[in-house]
């Protein structure tokens, strides 16, 4: 039930987002989104800074749910020089620090409007994903990677900002390999950049300051069992100065026992907003259990102790790395101790934590979030160069293989990598990747069509199939450029490819649409019979695709001319042969009879000629001849015309299945087609050694040399078809072939 609510309300918001958009167009933003975790804004705020900065940039949005968190942003963001654009989110809890992680997504979600791309520092991204926040997601660390926290999800970013190399094996010991992350370094410590690098003094005396900051799960921190006994007698020896700096989530929600906690008089609070390092710059030693913040602690060089009441294992480096650097105490009398001659003998420790820090942050010459910001931008402009591709089948079964589609994805896929927007698509048979692939199903909706009276239209019916993808396939559009679309698919593609300024490239599998029109209403007005694919409808969206693409690609020379015809101007046409090299390869079969079969491989239409094929088999009427009928009729209404054709025959057979058994078998493959801007089947039945007689409306005529592998033929010519399959039925009873 949760999960259907969830979708329920992310088609609703996507919904309204759309319309709101349509309404008022808005630019592309990156989105930094801060909640009361206000521990997390210093791991990020300063890269949306150095973003805004940028040229290239998107505008940056920062976007609060706290009142808590929206102050801090506010200081610094006044402090500091910077285009970023801020957001207050305001609701009933906005004064509130606490607040449900799934209110925040959604209040978040509202505020964004086309996300080009969505900085996090922690997992809530799973959230936005389940509201369909379509985007680049880009992960930034809220600290140190530290035992064992890291969730296997953190693979699908589309970029992680590693602090350190450290970071990296510790990420991959858990993760297994990242091949999609940047060492950058840790922004946090910017800080010193923006404000004074030491802060003035807390205290009026010159006492060693010492810095207790425990954890705030209770059943890691050291803080539920001893820390306040810490606090009190650190206070009491008189020798100290004493911060106690509670983890924010401790002082959010015990904040009655973090007050008892300072009730001496020389404790200082550290207020919730202060997790900038501020407090860490003024402190001599620092005192923690578990808490990550132990390795930003290493960037000043300053002794460190570890407060290990729960009797953590302290020989298990993988789970407590930064143990490594100090002494490890259970008990309070210990700690004292331990403070006394840690700062008596600060270098004891020394080189483990300087090498500790080398191993967990990178030594970078340019700062951390200069380095974050310019890999984001060199992220989102490196995506814009990839490529969109759409169409309306599978690309990825053997079918597609030797389609025009396949082979003009094949081509262009080589150049820069490309996301496929189709039925299906089978990646790994595309080179120079990586390649993404997202599905468009347009199943439910044809089986709706044919429960309708469109069923017994095929012109219809064929339009509305085709519009429904170009709708569909729409909505996946991204700002990726150039974008390939099939002719008929096309046309609500490229109007939206427009409106972003995108490459418009149509890729075609027929002669001009207005040739193709013609030969149509010839043949309807010949057979009295008309139920062809091309309606006017479809004509004349497939004109309009026409007239806004930016570069039309066909498969054949013979397209090419069609084009040329129809008064389309040679430069915005580009020939594109397709690849042959990869046909399905097959064995002849070594005849057992003397039967001499013909084949004939395609749709059932009249365009494709079938009935002049049937005509001049039947006036033949050779001995030991058969003609195999190969594929299937689109209609009902075909299906009967077919079977009114081979009626009384009984050396007529329509087949279908895997075409390679009827190549094994075939003596020669006739296309009669009326219309073709490329066959596969001959180029099939070329590669399985068929000869081929086909016709010069069809662009696989190139293939074809005159005599040795086929013959071209007029349309409609029932005579040079009886000629070339007399041809090649006596080099047959000769014993030679074709």
């Not at 209403?521 to 004109?543: M, N, P, V, Y």
Request: hydrophobic share 40%; net charge positive; proline share 5%.
């Amino acid at each position: 039930m949760r999960k259907i609510t969830i979708k329920v309300a992310s088609s609703i918001i996507g919904f309204c987002l759309s319309v709101y958009r349509a309404l008022k167009p808005e630019p592309e933003r990156i989105y930094f989104c801060y909640n009361q975790s206000v521990h997390h804004i210093y791991h990020s705020l300063f890269i949306a800074i150095e973003l805004s900065r940028c040229q290239n940039a998107p505008e940056v949005t920062v976007l609060s749910t706290s009142c808590e968190a929206s102050g801090l942003i506010e200081r610094e963001l006044a402090a500091i020089p910077n285009n970023v654009h801020f957001i207050r989110i305001k609701h009933p809890w906005y004064g509130h620090t606490g607040f449900n992680v799934n209110w925040f997504v959604l209040l978040c979600r509202l505020c964004m409007h086309r996300p080009k791309a969505v900085v996090v520092s922690d997992y809530y991204d799973n959230v936005f994903r389940r509201l369909g926040v379509r985007t680049r997601w880009i992960y930034t660390f809220h600290g140190p990677e530290n035992r064992g926290y890291t969730d296997p999800h953190i693979k699908d970013y589309d970029l992680i900002l590693v602090p350190g190399p450290g970071e990296l094996e510790r990420l991959e010991e858990k993760a297994g390999k990242l091949d999609n992350y940047l060492i950058a370094g840790y922004s946090k410590f910017d800080f010193f950049h923006y404000h004074e690098p030491v802060p003035k003094s807390l205290f009026q005396d010159s006492k060693p300051v010492v810095l207790y900051n425990p954890h705030f799960d209770p059943s890691q921190s050291s803080f539920f069992d001893a820390g306040l006994d810490l606090l009190e007698e650190l206070s009491r020896s008189g020798k100290y100065n004493v911060i106690f700096m509670p983890h924010p989530d401790l002082a959010r929600k015990h904040p009655k026992l973090v007050r008892r906690a300072t009730s001496s008089g020389n404790i200082t609070l550290a207020t919730r907003n202060k997790i900038n390092l501020e407090y860490m710059a003024c402190a001599d030693i620092y005192i923690t259990d578990v808490s990550s913040s132990a390795f930003e602690w290493l960037y000043f060089d300053k002794p460190v102790l570890f407060f290990n009441t729960k009797k953590g294992d302290r020989e298990n480096e993988s789970r407590y790395p930064v143990w490594a650097c100090g002494k490890v105490l259970e008990s309070v009398p210990s700690m004292l101790e331990a403070v006394f001659g840690a700062l008596t003998v600060p270098e004891e420790f020394g080189e483990r934590r300087r090498d500790m820090f080398k191993r967990t942050f990178a030594n970078t010459e340019d700062r951390p979030s200069v380095i974050c910001a310019r890999a984001i931008t060199a992220k989102l402009e490196k995506e814009q160069q990839k490529g969109q591709f759409f169409y309306g089948s599978d690309l990825g079964s053997r079918k597609a293989i030797s389609s025009i589609a396949f082979s003009v994805a094949s081509a262009i896929s080589r150049d820069m990598p490309f996301c496929f927007i189709a039925a299906g698509a089978d990646l790994s048979l595309f080179e120079n990747g990586p390649h993404s692939f997202k599905r468009v199903n347009t199943l439910p909706f044809k089986r709706i069509l044919s429960c309708t009276p469109l069923r017994w239209h095929h012109a219809w019916f064929t339009f509305f199939e085709w519009a429904l993808f170009d709708l569909l396939a729409s909505r996946h559009l991204e700002p990726y450029s150039p974008v390939y679309a099939q002719a008929g698919t096309a046309l609500h593609i490229f109007k939206k490819a427009g409106k972003n300024g995108l490459l418009r490239i149509l890729y075609t599998n027929s002669l001009h649409i207005d040739f193709v029109w013609e030969l149509h209403r010839q043949e309807s007005e010949i057979t009295g019979f008309d139920d062809e694919w091309l309606g006017e409808a479809l004509r004349k969206k497939i004109l309009l695709e026409y007239e806004i693409a930016d570069e039309i690609i066909m498969p054949s020379r013979l397209a090419l001319e069609t084009f040329l015809a129809a008064g389309i101007r040679k430069e915005k046409l580009r020939y594109m042969p397709v690849k042959t090299d990869h046909m399905p390869q097959c064995k002849k079969k070594i005849k057992t009879g003397d039967i001499f079969c013909i084949l004939y491989v395609g749709r059932f239409t009249p365009q494709k000629g079938i009935h002049y094929l049937i005509k001049a088999f039947k006036e033949l009427a050779l001995p030991g001849t058969e003609l195999m009928l190969f594929g299937a009729a689109p209609t009902r209404k075909l299906a009967r015309w077919v079977n009114c054709l081979v009626q009384g025959s009984t050396n007529i057979f329509v087949q279908s299945g895997d075409v390679r058994q009827a190549y094994e078998q075939a003596d020669v493959l006739v296309q009669p087609s009326l219309n073709d801007a490329w066959s596969r089947v001959v180029a099939e039945a070329l590669a399985c050694g068929l000869a081929v007689i086909l016709t010069e409306n069809t662009g696989s005529k190139e293939l074809i040399r005159e005599g040795e592998n086929g013959y071209v033929i007029p349309i409609r010519d029932v005579g040079k078809i009886k000629e070339k399959i007399m041809l090649c039925y006596r080099s047959s009873r000769e014993g030679r072939p074709c």
